[in-house]
């Protein structure tokens, strides 16, 4: 049974549902089978979120822990939050803005520490300016299909998803998607120039 | 949200929520009318209906005022006839339950299918309930997909079912199925069936439940039971066993249960060796298809979200036919019995059961040696309640009085958290009122405050605020009137006058039912007034002390997301606000007492605004001692038009 298990995380209101229907869209149209399980409701308000995404041959919604084979993330403390969905060793793409919660008086980790701890477990961690890199593009929402892009560069999920795929998923359920799919294109490109392998 | 794909072309692929899927099932049945109350997680099954009744011209889609309305309304549109659907979360069920028991003694004409939702694992509600035994103590069938993958399928199995027994059924959904989308084939939608008139024929010896006729009815209820058990041993599409007829192990995967048994069968290589039985109409238990399954297995797991409810109803089965197998399930405590099913949980009960040595699913966590803070949901940047609760606050210390905040449930319950920490209590939809009526007489140290929000106030709000004039509770109503149902996703009500179907409805104002109510002392404050607001509540507080009568404010303010959405409709933005350093002394009253989530501190203690969040409602510029807030340009005044009045489309 092949499958692809994505874990995709951040805050309420960045974009994290959107973006798992532009996967889910794109498997689709790749031929693919696909799940994903949401977070609604009280999440929403600002708290902390995620979404699992099963592509290929699986039955049930959730990814249990430990079985992740890729995160995306927006905010870092949410993919430190969410890592333990992960398999050892599975490349986790993080934004490098840290939304800190607003609670009085708690104390917040910088992004290094939270970096270091990830690697310490043995993740292979990519920091990513995608939020930054959405707004040269004008488009400051696109952070989530900036990390799309760059994860696709990396080749783990071409198995799945054709690339013509993802871009007919982002014109047909994104607003302003010519402007996504240029984000998509210099997420991928950004990967291209920093990462080797 | 639209959820636009409930209208995808006949044939087409899509992918579609769990509970879109179950819309789109409606309409292919033909359902014509539908009625809900708004609860997670079965909002969006209604609000993809109401979507198709836009534009196709039908079926008749209403927000009900509350749930125990809206199943009340299906019952009459099936006894017309014609099909019906009732959707609401799993506690909306309880509110539902009077004319729920009743439905069954009367039966249906066209087709009735009510929608549980229930939330294993708490998402967003305040209990964890299995709403599969609601059907077993009113005698309802009761239909739970096996996942998203069968929610179309089984919505509109559902509605044959009930047509077919002219009796109503449950479909009982989960998070899990509700919210996880999966790809969907589309199929015909007919226009003409879905926009169909019914009539009603009168028959009072089945529609009026006097006792002479509901003994009869019970009777018919109990022999009718019956027989929808043998139905659903034979129904095929629902109920069905796979894998190895001969094995000496018995799976009963119940529901989504069938799902996480499957993946992990299929992992482990073991479904052509085991047997699994898909129950996915499980109640009434379809007895002689278990048993038939059942005898000769040394072995019998279950696999149910929930509680262990077909796992017990079908141990006294065993019981009285002698079946004897070693049992696993919840009741043997072999899988957990809180929370939400996950394939750890699932594989580690098959793993003793069939004594597996390797596991797929199983793997240690991998936790980084971090300390994390939490984030939990919190009120939006420039949400009118921070500004009301900011004001009650500060009327509270001034009457010198020591109040029981009677909170409920809506966006208004994150009060609980810090700083504001103003709910004592929350309970249940309308328990803020009903509680402070308690607690008006039965204490006099405590001025009882319920704070309740316009969606509730109509929905379950009525009846205790009736009985606090009736009784003369000295208490104060607060009710937050942002224009909406914020929680689930800025759904209409009655106080609104836009109904599910887009067409103007009337508009009921929370002054005037208050007044008609016989409420004294009624008045109307601007939600995002902080100097008002605390002179209100001071005023309305002394007149309870004095009067020793309820009082009742009416916040007026829209939820700021609405605000947001009116404007962006229409060209209108906010003024985003700034800090002037000069002025800010780093006192840290708005991060720390008023804690709006665009404010921050900076290493010198002084405020900074995130402009990204900062939605400019001002409220910052009425609370800060040292005038250090300031918008950034001048606010327009159709901005602060919006604030108070935009509402849903
Ligand atoms: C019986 C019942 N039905 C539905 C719900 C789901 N629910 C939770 S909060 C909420 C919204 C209440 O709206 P309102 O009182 O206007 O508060 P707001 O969210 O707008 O602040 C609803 C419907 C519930 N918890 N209980
Ligand atoms: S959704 Fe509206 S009512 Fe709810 S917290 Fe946000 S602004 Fe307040
Ligand atoms: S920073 Fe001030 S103006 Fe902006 S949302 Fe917060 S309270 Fe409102």
């Known amino acids: 049974m092949k499958s692809l298990n994505i874990v995709l995380s951040g805050v309420g209101g960045q974009g994290i549902i959107s973006l798992a229907n532009v996967i889910a869209n794109a498997v689709l149209e790749s031929g693919g089978k696909v799940i994903v399980a949401e977070t609604h409701g009280l999440s929403q308000r600002g708290g902390s979120v995620i979404v699992h995404v099963r592509i290929g041959d699986v039955e049930a919604p959730l990814i249990p822990p430990g079985n992740g084979d890729l995160m995306l993330s927006l905010d870092p403390i949410e993919a430190a939050r969410y890592s333990v969905y992960l398999k050892k060793g599975s490349m986790i793409f993080v934004d490098n803005n840290i939304t800190p919660p607003p609670l009085p008086g708690i104390k917040i980790p910088s992004l290094d520490e939270i970096v270091e701890s990830l690697e310490k477990e043995g993740f292979d961690i990519i920091v990513v300016p995608a939020v930054d890199e959405a707004k040269k593009a004008g488009n400051p929402l696109g952070a989530n299909i900036f990390l799309l892009g760059a994860s696709y560069q990396t080749g783990i999920l071409k198995e799945y998803i054709n690339e013509e795929a993802i871009i007919d998923a982002i014109r047909k359920n994104l607003k302003k998607p010519e402007k996504n799919i240029e984000v998509f294109k210099r997420g991928k490109k950004w990967a291209e120039e920093r990462l080797t392998r | ?649």
């Open chain 2, 1 to 649: 949200m639209a959820h636009r794909e409930v209208l995808a072309e006949p044939g087409s692929r899509v992918v579609m929520l769990g509970n879109v899927a179950f819309a789109r099932g409606a309409l292919e049945y033909g359902v014509s009318f539908a009625s809900a109350y708004p609860g997670t997680p079965s909002t969006e099954i209604t609000e993809a209906l109401s979507y198709a009744s836009r534009i196709l011209g039908g079926p008749y889609v209403e927000w009900s005022a509350n749930e125990k309305v809206a199943l009340e309304a299906a019952i009459g549109a099936a006894l017309t006839g014609i099909p019906a659907l009732a959707s609401m979360k799993h506690v909306g069920v309880n509110v539902a339950a009077d004319p729920l028991f009743s439905s069954a003694y009367m039966g249906v004409e066209g087709a009735l299918v009510i929608v549980s939702a229930d939330d294993p694992g708490m998402w967003s509600s305040q209990n964890e309930q299995d709403n599969r035994w609601y059907g077993i103590h009113a005698y309802i069938p009761v239909v739970e997909p096996a996942g998203a993958q069968e929610a179309k399928t089984a919505i509109i199995e559902a509605f044959k079912l009930s047509e077919k027994w002219k009796h109503p059924v449950i479909l009982r959904t989960t998070t899990r199925v509700s919210h996880t989308r999966v790809i969907v084939e589309a199929g015909e939608i007919d226009i003409a069936k879905i926009k169909r008139k019914g009539t009603f024929v009168k028959n009072p010896e089945k529609y009026t439940l006097v006792p002479v006729h509901a003994r009869r009815l019970r009777e018919e209820l109990v022999e009718k039971w019956e027989k929808i058990s043998n139905d659903l041993s034979q129904n095929q599409v629902l109920n069905h066993a796979e894998g190895n007829p001969d094995s000496e192990t018995l799976v009963v995967a119940i529901g989504l249960g069938y799902r996480y048994a499957k993946e992990i069968l299929a992992a482990h290589g073991l479904l052509d060796n085991v047997r699994l039985l898909k129950l996915s109409a499980p109640v009434p238990l379809p007895k002689s298809l278990l048993l038939n399954e059942a005898e000769g297995r040394e072995k019998i797991i279950f696999v149910e979200e929930g509680d262990p409810v077909i796992e017990t109803l079908s141990k006294a089965l065993f019981y009285d036919y002698n079946v004897r197998a070693e049992i696993y399930g919840k009741g043997t405590g072999h899988l957990k019995k809180t929370g939400e099913l996950e394939l750890h949980h699932v594989e580690k009960l098959l793993a003793k059961a069939l004594e597996l040595e390797k596991t797929y699913f199983s793997h240690a966590m991998i936790k980084p040696d971090i300390k994390l803070p939490p984030r939990p949901p919190v009120l939006c940047p420039g949400c009118p309640y921070r500004a009301v609760f900011y004001a009650l606050r500060r009327a509270v210390g001034k009457a010198r009085i020591r109040p029981i905040y009677n909170g409920d449930i809506g966006c208004y319950s994150l009060g609980v958290n810090p700083p504001f920490q103003m709910q004592d209590t929350i309970v249940e939809m309308g328990g803020s009122i009903g509680l402070a009526n308690g607690m008006a007489h039965a204490q006099d140290d405590k001025v009882p405050i319920a704070i309740i929000g316009d969606s509730t106030f109509f929905h379950a709000g009525l009846p205790g605020l009736a009985n606090a004039v009736y009784n003369r509770s000295p208490m104060l109503v607060v009710v937050l009137d942002n224009r909406t149902t914020a929680m689930t996703g800025h759904q209409p009500h009655p106080g609104i006058g836009v109904t599910a179907r887009g067409v103007e409805g009337t508009e009921l104002s929370i002054v005037d039912a208050a007044k008609g109510l016989g409420v004294e002392y009624v008045k109307v404050i601007d939600a995002f007034n902080i100097a008002e607001g605390e002179k209100e509540f001071y005023e309305a507080l002394e007149y309870v002390k004095k009067e020793r009568k309820p009082a009742l404010i009416v916040a007026k303010g829209a939820c700021i997301l609405l605000a947001l959405a009116a404007g962006r409709r229409i060209g209108v933005y906010p003024i985003v606000y700034r800090v002037d350093d000069d002025k800010c002394t780093a006192c840290g009253l708005c991060y720390k007492a008023f804690n709006c989530p665009a404010i921050y501190s900076k290493d010198d203690g002084k405020a900074y605004i995130n402009e990204l969040l900062c939605t400019g409602c001002g409220e910052c510029a009425q609370i800060c001692p040292f005038d250090a807030f300031e918008p950034v340009d001048e606010v327009p005044p159709e901005w602060l038009r919006l604030m108070r009045e935009a509402k849903p489309t």
